[in-house]
């Protein structure tokens, strides 16, 4: 098979032979039929299975190569090394075209600096983002489905008599012209018009922009005459495709090697207020004004142009499309994306993406070879699977006893999402939310006081015991100071798990312990200091408006906080501080002073005091010090408390010694 840079026909000058002669054969295109043993000439075309002769990829889809060099550069693609990946992880591989839009799909991918080394690292990144990004969004096909579907591929072939086959890509293609026309129209592609034929093509990511008007086919009357210049010299031949205007820039708008725009990332998080964050914010904006200006002084061109091909992310297509007084129609049949993948956005990058489309693939095959294609491809197909044999019934008088959940109205949908989100919010301690969602939809949830409804499973019984449970400080002292939430309020009684679980939690709650059903606050439920203290506080602040230090029927406050007595705490904790750092500085100096060396009268004492004690009395746990056989049967819990109580008793002597001294 010959390489395909030697017959480079262009798409909108196809030689007239050819043209004459072609028929539109495409297996992808025709309806799925079941393998036959011998299937006719006029059967689909070249698909993506291998031949004898030929060099493919066994992962990719059975994709086919003409040499080496081909083949080894597709082993580096990003197309073959994600359905690697996807491969490994039990996933299944997909077309070239599809990976095209998984990667337009993905925000700023590739995008990063000029050098390619770097490009390299920001490609493979992107690969392996996008895996993640399939793993997670992965779902097991239909197991009932009656079919196996051929993959698709995004390019449409036909077949010139007796070995000939040039595929073009379908999006070239009207998006109203069904597959049985496309050769129909290939043949109308031929004819330039009066103006010709133009092409608007865009590309944008990570800050990069590329922009550029084409003639992809002269008028009809501009044909290349082959004259010769005034010198007689022979004229250059007029190129094919002529790029009538181009522009390129870059803005600052995605961060090294994080990948994602800002605005993207201020719109999942909170707003980040670096000045690199504030530098790329105002890039992405500069970057919409740049482009929208520019598609605007290029309004009459894009209006002539036949096809408009953007390369851009969902949120990166906005800036061509969702705006008012746009230039292109968001609707507009023209609008087209790249069916394979494609790099960072420069102008040699729109340059090769207009020769890929513009130049048709080329095989010769013939039609025996092309016939075996067809039937290996047909058998290389997964069987359909088996229909699984039906359960059986279950037991209809079961299913009559066994209770079932109540199907719930949007309303009650709704209000459960409500009741949801507040509890979120104050477990998370998004105070701020919280005062925004609580102005918003406090009224229809029943006021602060209202109780929180029974399937959401939570030990309190309106959001301030819950606050106070979860331990927010600031929602607790809003609830209280802002909303005017009771606290008086007693909480729900805990159930069995509920109590053995509140009672392994670590609490540094000075309130009475309850007996088991006794009375509980908010203030009993607060299993922290700070938040015990917002209550202690404002009840000092509002003495007036609660029974605080009610028991009964009480907020069971045991005591207010006033500023004063937070005061005196405060002085009272300097002060101790203060003492232990003089006793600590007092000790440190007596430690440095030297000490005369004196016999230890504890030490004399020892001797006597173990030969006095009579052998029948009662002895000191362990024997003797020093005697190492009484510890002989011990357990060693026994001989670390032995051992424990000699060191105690040296450092007693110790002390006695320097205190007499």
Same mark, same amino acid.
């Given at each position: 098979m010959p390489p395909y840079d030697q017959y480079q026909y262009h798409l909108f000058s196809l030689p007239k032979d050819i043209l004459d002669t072609l028929v539109s054969r495409n297996i992808l295109n025709q309806a799925l039929v079941p393998p036959q043993p011998n299937v006719p000439n006029d059967s689909p075309a070249p698909s993506a299975q291998t031949t004898a002769g030929s060099r493919a990829c066994k992962i990719c889809l059975g994709a086919t190569f003409v040499d080496v060099e081909d083949q080894r550069a597709h082993f580096r693609s990003d197309w073959h090394r994600y359905n690697v990946k996807v491969r490994l992880n039990g996933g299944d591989p997909v077309p070239e075209a599809k990976f095209g839009q998984l990667i337009d799909g993905l925000e700023d991918s590739i995008s990063g600096s000029v050098s390619s080394s770097d490009a390299d690292t920001d490609d493979s990144d992107a690969v392996d983002v996008l895996v993640h990004k399939t793993r997670k969004l992965a779902r097991p096909s239909s197991p009932d489905s009656p079919v196996s579907i051929i993959p698709q591929t995004p390019l449409i072939w036909f077949h010139s008599p007796p070995s000939t086959q040039i595929g073009v890509y379908k999006a070239v293609f009207s998006s109203m012209t069904s597959p049985a026309s496309y050769l129909s129209e290939l043949r109308e592609l031929q004819s330039g018009g009066e103006q010709g034929r133009m092409w608007a093509m865009f590309m944008t990511a990570g800050g990069h922009f590329a922009g550029a008007i084409v003639r992809v086919r002269r008028p009809d009357g501009d044909d290349d005459d082959g004259g010769v210049t005034k010198k007689g010299k022979s004229k250059r031949p007029k190129p094919e495709i002529e790029v009538l205007k181009h522009k390129t820039f870059h803005r600052y708008t995605t961060r090294r090697k994080q990948g994602g725009s800002q605005g993207l990332n201020d719109n999942s998080r909170s707003k980040a207020i670096s000045a690199g964050a504030m530098l790329r914010r105002y890039g992405e904006q500069a970057l919409r004004e740049d482009i929208r200006n520019l598609l605007r002084d290029w309004a009459e061109e894009i209006h002539d142009?036949?096809?408009?091909?953007?390369?851009?992310?969902?949120?990166?297509?906005?800036?061509?499309?969702?705006?008012?007084?746009?230039?292109?129609?968001?609707?507009?049949?023209?609008?087209?994306?790249?069916?394979?993948?494609?790099?960072?956005?420069?102008?040699?990058?729109?340059?090769?993406?207009?020769? #890929?489309?513009? !130049?048709? =693939?080329?095989?010769?095959?013939?039609?025996?070879?092309? $016939?075996?294609?067809?039937? %290996? &491809?047909? +058998?290389?197909?997964?069987?359909?699977?088996?229909?699984?044999?039906?359960?059986?019934?279950?037991?209809?008088?079961?299913?009559?006893?066994?209770?079932?959940?109540?199907?719930?109205?949007?309303?009650? #949908?709704?209000? !459960?999402? =409500?009741?949801?989100?507040?509890?979120?919010?104050?477990? $998370?301690?998004?105070?701020? %939310? &919280?005062? +925004?969602f609580w102005e918003r939809e406090g009224p229809s949830l029943g006021g602060v006081d209202a109780l929180v409804p029974e399937w959401t499973n939570e030990k309190g019984g309106t959001i301030l015991q819950i606050a106070a449970h979860s331990g927010q400080e600031e929602i607790t002292k809003w609830l209280l100071e802002d909303q005017g939430a009771d606290p008086t309020l007693d909480a729900p009684a805990l159930r069995a798990g509920a109590a053995a679980e509140d009672s392994g939690v670590e609490s540094d709650t000075d309130a009475p312990r309850l007996p088991r059903g006794g009375r509980r606050t908010a203030y009993d439920l607060a299993r922290t200091k700070v938040v015990r203290d917002v209550f202690r506080r404002c009840a000092a602040a509002h003495p007036d408006w609660w029974d605080w230090l009610g028991t009964e029927r009480g907020a069971r406050v045991p005591s207010m906080l006033s500023a004063d007595m937070e005061d005196g705490r405060d002085g009272k904790k300097k002060a101790r501080r203060k003492g232990l750092k003089e006793k600590l500085k007092e000790r440190e100096a007596r430690e440095k002073e030297p000490a005369a060396p004196q016999p230890s009268p504890v030490a004399e004492e020892r001797p006597r005091k173990v030969q006095d004690e009579p052998i029948t009395g009662p002895r000191r746990l362990g024997g003797a010090p020093g005697s190492s056989e009484s510890m002989a049967g011990l357990t060693p819990e026994m001989r670390a408390k032995i051992e424990r109580e000699r060191r105690a008793r040296a450092a007693e002597a110790r002390l006695k010694a320097l205190h007499g001294s």
């Amino acid at each position: 098979m010959p390489p395909y840079d030697q017959y480079q026909y262009h798409l909108f000058s196809l030689p007239k032979d050819i043209l004459d002669t072609l028929v539109s054969r495409n297996i992808l295109n025709q309806a799925l039929v079941p393998p036959q043993p011998n299937v006719p000439n006029d059967s689909p075309a070249p698909s993506a299975q291998t031949t004898a002769g030929s060099r493919a990829c066994k992962i990719c889809l059975g994709a086919t190569f003409v040499d080496v060099e081909d083949q080894r550069a597709h082993f580096r693609s990003d197309w073959h090394r994600y359905n690697v990946k996807v491969r490994l992880n039990g996933g299944d591989p997909v077309p070239e075209a599809k990976f095209g839009q998984l990667i337009d799909g993905l925000e700023d991918s590739i995008s990063g600096s000029v050098s390619s080394s770097d490009a390299d690292t920001d490609d493979s990144d992107a690969v392996d983002v996008l895996v993640h990004k399939t793993r997670k969004l992965a779902r097991p096909s239909s197991p009932d489905s009656p079919v196996s579907i051929i993959p698709q591929t995004p390019l449409i072939w036909f077949h010139s008599p007796p070995s000939t086959q040039i595929g073009v890509y379908k999006a070239v293609f009207s998006s109203m012209t069904s597959p049985a026309s496309y050769l129909s129209e290939l043949r109308e592609l031929q004819s330039g018009g009066e103006q010709g034929r133009m092409w608007a093509m865009f590309m944008t990511a990570g800050g990069h922009f590329a922009g550029a008007i084409v003639r992809v086919r002269r008028p009809d009357g501009d044909d290349d005459d082959g004259g010769v210049t005034k010198k007689g010299k022979s004229k250059r031949p007029k190129p094919e495709i002529e790029v009538l205007k181009h522009k390129t820039f870059h803005r600052y708008t995605t961060r090294r090697k994080q990948g994602g725009s800002q605005g993207l990332n201020d719109n999942s998080r909170s707003k980040a207020i670096s000045a690199g964050a504030m530098l790329r914010r105002y890039g992405e904006q500069a970057l919409r004004e740049d482009i929208r200006n520019l598609l605007r002084d290029w309004a009459e061109e894009i209006h002539d142009s036949e096809r408009i091909w953007i390369r851009a992310s969902v949120s990166n297509r906005r800036i061509f499309l969702d705006y008012e007084d746009a230039i292109i129609e968001k609707g507009d049949e023209r609008l087209r994306t790249f069916p394979f993948p494609t790099r960072r956005p420069t102008q040699a990058e729109l340059i090769r993406c207009l020769n #890929e489309l513009v !130049r048709v =693939k080329v095989s010769h095959l013939t039609e025996d070879a092309l $016939r075996a294609q067809d039937e %290996a &491809l047909l +058998a290389s197909l997964p069987k359909p699977k088996p229909v699984p044999a039906p359960s059986p019934q279950p037991d209809i008088t079961k299913q009559k006893d066994r209770p079932t959940a109540p199907l719930l109205t949007p309303e009650e #949908e709704q209000l !459960r999402d =409500k009741w949801n989100r507040v509890l979120d919010m104050i477990r $998370r301690g998004r105070s701020d %939310a &919280l005062k +925004a969602f609580w102005e918003r939809e406090g009224p229809s949830l029943g006021g602060v006081d209202a109780l929180v409804p029974e399937w959401t499973n939570e030990k309190g019984g309106t959001i301030l015991q819950i606050a106070a449970h979860s331990g927010q400080e600031e929602i607790t002292k809003w609830l209280l100071e802002d909303q005017g939430a009771d606290p008086t309020l007693d909480a729900p009684a805990l159930r069995a798990g509920a109590a053995a679980e509140d009672s392994g939690v670590e609490s540094d709650t000075d309130a009475p312990r309850l007996p088991r059903g006794g009375r509980r606050t908010a203030y009993d439920l607060a299993r922290t200091k700070v938040v015990r203290d917002v209550f202690r506080r404002c009840a000092a602040a509002h003495p007036d408006w609660w029974d605080w230090l009610g028991t009964e029927r009480g907020a069971r406050v045991p005591s207010m906080l006033s500023a004063d007595m937070e005061d005196g705490r405060d002085g009272k904790k300097k002060a101790r501080r203060k003492g232990l750092k003089e006793k600590l500085k007092e000790r440190e100096a007596r430690e440095k002073e030297p000490a005369a060396p004196q016999p230890s009268p504890v030490a004399e004492e020892r001797p006597r005091k173990v030969q006095d004690e009579p052998i029948t009395g009662p002895r000191r746990l362990g024997g003797a010090p020093g005697s190492s056989e009484s510890m002989a049967g011990l357990t060693p819990e026994m001989r670390a408390k032995i051992e424990r109580e000699r060191r105690a008793r040296a450092a007693e002597a110790r002390l006695k010694a320097l205190h007499g001294s």
